[in-house]
Nanobody
């Protein structure tokens, strides 16, 4: 089992910056990919950014150039640095972890989310 706890979501002004954190615990050794997703009220949850155990990263087009995902293996933590925030970025942000590989032992875990509100 893997447990994920997000933190850092607050009210921030448009153009501002914010860093979200996700701390993983449990069977950490099985995690190979960690992602950030988000869901606005009444909207479908969508991927924002991901990072692999080899530090390969991917970003949604809507956040590319503004958001940066990183990890600190010693702290079992993944971060999402968000810059130049827009009102459209307002959402509950979720951390999720994938274990193993698509060929073997692939399991997905989710945190409970942290709310980011971008407003003047």
């Amino acid at each position: 089992q893997v447990q994920l706890v997000e933190s850092g979501g607050v009210l921030v002004q448009p153009g501002g910056s914010l860093r979200l954190s996700c701390v993983a615990s449990g069977s950490i050794f099985r995690i190979t990919v960690m992602n950030w997703s988000r869901q606005a009220p009444g909207s479908q949850r969508g991927m924002v950014a991901g990072i692999t155990s080899r530090d390969l990263t991917n970003y949604a087009d809507s956040v590319k150039g503004r958001f940066t995902i990183s990890r600190d293996s010693a702290k079992n933590t993944v971060y999402l640095q968000m810059n130049s925030l827009k009102p459209e970025d307002t959402a509950v942000y979720y951390c999720n972890a994938l274990t193993g590989s698509p060929q073997s032992d692939r399991v997905e875990y989710w945190g409970k989310g942290t709310l980011v509100t971008v407003s003047s």
